[in-house]
């Protein structure tokens, strides 16, 4: 593959849903042996207009060139023929199935209807060497670290083929030994002359990576930047329009100590070892943590997702945490870590999405008002800036922000009394982040507990008013007035007994 020669061109590209215009006359240009960027806010169109380049959605107008030609990809297969692979922020492969059968999944090389299984191995092996992958060609899928997971994706991209490889939010699950490895990867594949469209809201690893960088903007490109050009503000200002202000940290409201959650001994079978914590209204109770140290299996038991072995759950001294359905009546919601999963119907509309967790609100005796459903739903998109604000669109269409606004507007559309969030701005970018610690600031002043799990440091300490720190299925270390630093609550996550901050 020869560098610096244009690979893919993208030309006036259109798209409206409903109406509604997704996409503006975008224009796109990759070369061969790029790593090119592409940043937005949720809903600015970058995951419409990489459906078209991938055939999953048809252009309303505009033209695609590969290698200068002109080429109409009507579905995936166009696509991959043109040397296209795609691979996503949720994984396409299958964990029952090992690294060469997911690689040859619907592509199975047979001779006389037998299947040549020794081949194809000794293929996949062949391509490992060739790219310096760290992968067995036997592994179950489910026996892989997340990291390798994401080289087989790539692998199975590359074993076809693949002039470009788009790579949608790459990084969300890996942790950051994991991401040092894709990074080598990539600028592995880069050296080999492929072109890369790196999809990204983390700006660090879009300046390291990227040798360009295309910013979108509802639906618009507003500006491409070479590498020199990157910088925080100019990004940032470019992707939402005006410049974000980090306001100095302060409390969030007064404490409302009329409110009080409290957890006591809680043991949840090898995770929780007596974890103690204790929230009031009008606070946001920020958790830290390593994964596995128990911060979501906490909140879940809270939450009365998850049954806990012994200890106690108590809200102005009555018992919680027994179902979701009480926790629902008691007005406590939770966003979880996982939104497409768990916290969203993805084939249902945003409508229905809102209607779930307020059926008492909509419903007079067995009846749903669908008027008021649909009032209902066109509060919440107005009032959480959903887009687009149509509310008959599949919650499963919508961007990852986006998506999180609908989970977010079917509580705040409750008159909630407590709110736990897990990871809640996870995928999503800053002009999103603000938007949701805005809400959490203003359901804090109407009084309401906010107990958020977080990995991210910088917003752990950012939005928290109070941090506690687990360690190993117990609260390890508090930072009462929340104003920890990233390194303090780090070692503390660690289990190193630092000064600052108080023993739990």
Same mark, same amino acid.
């Given at each position: 593959?020869?560098?610096?020669k244009e690979?893919l061109r993208?030309?006036?590209?259109?798209?409206?849903?409903g109406?509604?215009?997704?996409?503006?006359n975008?224009d796109l240009?990759?070369?061969?042996?790029?790593?090119?960027?592409?940043?937005?806010e949720?809903g600015?169109g970058?995951s419409?207009?990489?459906?078209?380049?991938?055939g999953?959605?048809?252009k309303d107008?505009?033209?695609?060139?590969?290698?200068?030609?002109h080429?109409e990809?009507h579905n995936?297969?166009?696509?991959?023929?043109?040397?296209i692979?795609?691979?996503?922020?949720?994984?396409?492969?299958i964990p /029952?199935l %090992?690294?060469? $059968?997911?690689?040859? *999944?619907?592509q199975?090389d047979?001779? #006389? &209807?037998?299947?040549?299984k020794?081949?194809?191995?000794?293929?996949?092996?062949?391509l490992i060497e060739?790219?310096?992958?760290?992968l067995d060609?036997d592994?179950?899928?489910e026996t892989?670290?997340?990291a390798q997971?994401q080289?087989?994706?790539?692998?199975?991209?590359?074993?076809?083929?693949a002039k470009?490889?788009?790579m949608?939010?790459?990084?969300? /699950?890996? %942790?950051?030994? $994991?991401?040092?490895? *894709?990074f080598?990867?990539i600028?592995? #594949? &880069?050296?080999r002359g492929?072109?890369?469209?790196?999809?990204?809201?983390r700006?660090?690893?879009v300046?390291?990576?990227?040798?360009r960088?295309?910013v979108m903007?509802?639906?618009?490109?507003?500006?491409?930047?070479?590498?020199?050009?990157?910088n925080?503000?100019?990004v940032?200002s470019?992707?939402?329009g005006?410049e974000?202000?980090?306001e100095k940290?302060?409390?969030?409201?007064?404490l409302?100590?009329?409110?009080c959650?409290?957890?006591?001994d809680l043991c949840?079978?090898?995770i929780l070892?007596?974890?103690n914590?204790?929230?009031?209204g009008?606070e946001?109770?920020?958790?830290g943590?390593l994964v596995?140290?128990?911060?979501t299996?906490?909140?879940?038991?809270?939450?009365?997702a998850?049954?806990?072995?012994s200890?106690?759950?108590?809200?102005?001294?009555?018992p919680?945490g027994g179902s979701?359905g009480?926790?629902?009546?008691?007005?406590?919601?939770l966003v979880?870590?996982d939104?497409?999963t768990?916290g969203?119907?993805?084939l249902?509309?945003?409508e229905k999405n809102i209607?779930?967790?307020n059926?008492d609100r909509?419903?007079?005796?067995?009846?749903?008002s669908g008027?008021k459903?649909?009032?209902?739903a066109?509060a919440?998109i107005r009032?959480y800036?959903?887009r687009p604000?149509?509310r008959?669109?599949?919650?499963?269409?919508?961007?990852g922000g986006n998506?999180?606004?609908v989970v977010?507007?079917k509580w705040l559309?409750?008159?909630?009394e407590?709110l736990?969030l897990?990871?809640?701005t996870?995928?999503v970018?800053?002009?999103?982040?603000?938007?949701?610690?805005?809400y959490?600031r203003?359901?804090?002043r109407?009084g309401?507990?906010?107990?958020?799990v977080?990995s991210?440091?910088?917003?752990?300490t950012?939005?928290?008013?109070r941090?506690?720190?687990?360690?190993e299925?117990?609260?390890?270390k508090?930072?009462p007035d929340?104003?920890?630093?990233?390194?303090?609550?780090l070692?503390?996550?660690?289990g190193?007994d630092?000064?600052?901050g108080?023993?739990?």
């Amino acid at each position: 593959m020869e560098k610096n020669k244009e690979l893919l061109r993208a030309e006036g590209v259109c798209k409206q849903f409903g109406g509604v215009p997704v996409l503006q006359n975008v224009d796109l240009e990759i070369e061969y042996g790029e790593v090119h960027a592409l940043m937005g806010e949720n809903g600015a169109g970058k995951s419409t207009l990489i459906k078209i380049i991938t055939g999953v959605f048809t252009k309303d107008a505009g033209e695609i060139f590969i290698d200068g030609k002109h080429v109409e990809i009507h579905n995936r297969k166009d696509a991959a023929l043109h040397g296209i692979q795609v691979i996503y922020q949720e994984l396409s492969l299958i964990p /029952a199935l %090992s690294v060469t $059968e997911n690689i040859f *999944l619907g592509q199975e090389d047979t001779k #006389l &209807r037998v299947l040549q299984k020794k081949g194809m191995k000794e293929r996949v092996a062949s391509l490992i060497e060739h790219y310096g992958f760290e992968l067995d060609p036997d592994a179950i899928v489910e026996t892989m670290g997340m990291a390798q997971r994401q080289m087989a994706e790539i692998l199975k991209a590359l074993a076809f083929k693949a002039k470009l490889i788009i790579m949608d939010e790459p990084t969300s /699950a890996l %942790s950051a030994a $994991e991401s040092e490895k *894709l990074f080598d990867r990539i600028n592995g #594949l &880069r050296d080999r002359g492929v072109g890369i469209l790196y999809i990204s809201h983390r700006l660090e690893e879009v300046y390291r990576l990227s040798d360009r960088l295309t910013v979108m903007r509802d639906g618009k490109i507003v500006g491409v930047l070479n590498k020199d050009e990157i910088n925080a503000q100019t990004v940032t200002s470019m992707m939402i329009g005006h410049e974000i202000k980090q306001e100095k940290k302060v409390r969030t409201t007064d404490l409302n100590t009329d409110r009080c959650l409290e957890v006591k001994d809680l043991c949840y079978k090898t995770i929780l070892k007596g974890a103690n914590i204790t929230a009031y209204g009008g606070e946001i109770l920020g958790i830290g943590g390593l994964v596995g140290s128990g911060r979501t299996e906490l909140i879940r038991c809270i939450y009365g997702a998850e049954k806990p072995d012994s200890g106690s759950i108590t809200y102005n001294g009555k018992p919680i945490g027994g179902s979701v359905g009480k926790s629902i009546k008691m007005n406590i919601g939770l966003v979880p870590e996982d939104r497409r999963t768990q916290g969203f119907i993805p084939l249902l509309s945003i409508e229905k999405n809102i209607a779930i967790a307020n059926q008492d609100r909509l419903s007079s005796s067995w009846f749903i008002s669908g008027r008021k459903e649909a009032e209902l739903a066109d509060a919440a998109i107005r009032d959480y800036d959903i887009r687009p604000p149509k509310r008959s669109i599949q919650v499963g269409n919508l961007s990852g922000g986006n998506q999180q606004k609908v989970v977010l507007g079917k509580w705040l559309s409750r008159d909630l009394e407590v709110l736990l969030l897990d990871e809640p701005t996870l995928g999503v970018d800053i002009g999103v982040k603000e938007d949701i610690y805005g809400y959490m600031r203003q359901l804090a002043r109407k009084g309401a507990i906010i107990i958020m799990v977080s990995s991210d440091l910088a917003e752990l300490t950012y939005i928290s008013d109070r941090i506690l720190v687990m360690h190993e299925g117990i609260v390890f270390k508090e930072f009462p007035d929340g104003n920890a630093t990233q390194t303090e609550v780090l070692l503390a996550a660690s289990g190193e007994d630092i000064e600052g901050g108080v023993p739990a």
